[in-house]
């Protein structure tokens, strides 16, 4: 039957359990701006409540309440929210990525100022016309090698500054690697300390918290995705090749790759056991794209343009003569951006420039057919290929100022456009699992009046155990 012990009892139980979910309260608002933290909550529970017929259960007037106590601490957590944020951050860091590279790469091309490639190839042509004006003017010619060394000098600059962007992502891949198998060894042993937690019945919270938030951060570098196991590990892939499984990793390395030969070597990404990695999104997908694809590709075409300046200009330049009849000489030396260059001899002697065209006699004044042959190379619609047809070399390098801006304003928009959507993402996930500070004051609140109630209780319960101990049996005394 009922006593004074059991009472104290469930009005102990009472202050303890509100105690514990006022505990819990201050934990969150701790906590409230703390990344990845995911609010708690205190689940209350009746007791076991035991019947007051003692001998027959569930007889007579009933069960008797056993008191309150707390039944789990629950994370807010919503695993749909996880999956999609991921999937959507890793996209956004694609494309944030490829766009932090090309607005790196704008100013190294100079083509909005007067240092662009396309002035000095105007200017080399323009000193070219005029000699053709003057065909034994000392100072044109002078002033024809020094445009063709400042012409000569950008495409240099250029081949050296997109090798050196190429060789600092390298750097950057050969960082990011180092970050993704710290993230996963720090899931494995994260995966490692949840799992013996949960076996012996309690809620690994915080750890889970931690662990959620590395599996974001791999997935805006790689893509990865992960898949929960019952016992509350977790694996995780990238590209459908393992990445963690438990307690293991399986590691990632770098590699240099010189095939086919590039300046700098190229650093390839491979899993342990020497099998390339399928990114299927994220940071370093978008940094290896842009560095072996787009880079690439500007390198080539600035070769290309180059070269085709060097044979062109050379082709003509060694069929004319001189002021005192040289003749067979080159104009350019090299064979793309990087080494491109005017020939020493003409660059010694600008009298060497080939400004005549045959047939040539000794003496020759005023013949300048090599230099009008030369300077109308500016319009030859033939000297490049640009599509389905030709097109002229000025031609052809818009061509690939256009489509640099074209794919660099692509970029721009797709990681705004992604960045918006994952942040709406994480808006929503955040409304159900962060911390909102009115709620924790209300809830503060109740566990503060409930732990007060319980506490008048005991209040109440001691001053019949003194009415017990100290006044019973004075009557008559």
């Given at each position: 039957m009922p006593n004074l012990s059991s009472g104290i009892g469930i009005a102990l139980q009472a202050v303890l359990t509100h105690s514990q979910a006022l505990e819990i309260t201050e934990h969150n608002v701790a906590n409230a701006n703390t990344p990845g933290y995911r609010r708690q909550s205190a689940l209350l529970a009746t007791t076991v409540p035991s019947s007051l017929n003692l001998s027959e259960y569930g007889l007579g007037a009933g069960q008797r309440g056993g008191g309150v106590t707390i039944d789990r601490i629950e994370r807010f957590n919503v695993q749909f929210f996880d999956g999609r944020y991921r999937s959507i951050s890793g996209e956004a860091k694609f494309w944030e990525a490829q766009s932090g590279i090309l607005t790196q790469f704008e100013p190294i091309m100079a083509e909005t100022s007067t240092d662009g490639l396309i002035p000095k190839m105007d200017n080399f042509w323009a000193g070219w016309e005029a000699l053709a004006g003057d065909p034994t003017n000392n100072s044109l010619r002078m002033a024809l090698v020094d445009d063709a060394n400042s012409l000569a000098s950008a495409f240099n600059n250029r081949s050296a500054q997109i090798s050196q962007l190429r060789g600092e992502q390298n750097l950057v891949v050969s960082d990011k690697v180092l970050q993704i198998n710290s993230m996963a060894t720090e899931i494995a042993t994260l995966n490692g300390e949840i799992s013996r937690v949960i076996s012996v019945g309690e809620q690994p919270n915080d750890l889970l918290d931690k662990r959620d938030l590395v599996l974001d951060q791999l997935a805006q570098i790689t893509g990865a995705v992960s898949f929960e196991q019952k016992n509350?590990?977790?694996?995780?892939?990238?590209?459908?090749?393992?990445?963690?499984?438990?307690?293991?990793?399986?590691?990632?390395?770098?590699?240099?790759?010189?095939?086919?030969?590039?300046?700098?070597?190229?650093?390839?990404?491979?899993?342990?056991?020497?099998?390339?990695?399928?990114?299927?999104?994220?940071?370093?997908?978008?940094?290896?794209?842009?560095?072996?694809?787009?880079?690439?590709?500007?390198?080539?075409?600035?070769?290309?343009?180059?070269?085709?300046?060097?044979?062109?200009?050379?082709?003509?330049?060694?069929?004319?003569?001189?002021?005192?009849?040289?003749?067979?000489?080159?104009?350019?030396?090299?064979?793309?951006?990087?080494?491109?260059?005017?020939?020493?001899?003409?660059?010694?002697?600008?009298?060497?420039?080939?400004?005549?065209?045959?047939?040539?006699?000794?003496?020759?004044?005023?013949?300048?057919?090599?230099?009008?042959?030369?300077?109308?190379?500016?319009?030859?619609?033939?000297?490049?290929?640009?599509?389905?047809?030709?097109?002229?070399?000025?031609?052809?390098?818009?061509?690939?100022?256009?489509?640099?801006?074209?794919?660099?304003?692509?970029?721009?928009?797709?990681?705004?456009?992604?960045n918006l959507v994952a942040r709406s993402l994480g808006d929503q996930r955040e409304s159900v699992v962060g911390v909102n500070l009115d709620e924790e004051a209300a809830n503060m609140a109740k566990s503060q009046k409930a732990y007060q109630a319980a506490a008048r209780v005991m209040n109440a319960y001691d001053e019949l155990l003194d009415l017990v101990i100290n006044r019973m049996g004075l009557v008559g005394r």
């Open positions: 509350g590990e977790v694996s995780v892939s990238i590209g459908g090749h393992v990445l963690v499984v438990g307690h293991e990793t399986v590691k990632l390395k770098t590699q240099v790759n010189n095939v086919p030969a590039s300046n700098p070597p190229r650093l390839d990404v491979l899993w342990e056991d020497n099998s390339k990695i399928n990114l299927p999104s994220g940071e370093l997908k978008g940094i290896i794209d842009i560095r072996d694809n787009f880079l690439v590709d500007q390198q080539n075409s600035l070769d290309l343009l180059a070269n085709k300046m060097i044979t062109k200009v050379n082709d003509l330049h060694k069929t004319g003569f001189g002021l005192q009849g040289e003749t067979g000489l080159d104009f350019f030396k090299g064979t793309g951006a990087a080494g491109i260059a005017v020939a020493d001899a003409v660059s010694a002697d600008p009298s060497k420039i080939a400004a005549a065209a045959p047939p040539y006699s000794a003496g020759e004044v005023g013949n300048n057919g090599m230099a009008v042959l030369i300077g109308a190379l500016k319009n030859d619609a033939t000297a490049m290929v640009s599509g389905s047809g030709t097109v002229t070399m000025g031609e052809y390098y818009n061509g690939q100022v256009t489509n640099r801006a074209l794919i660099t304003r692509r970029a721009s928009d797709n990681a705004y456009q992604h």
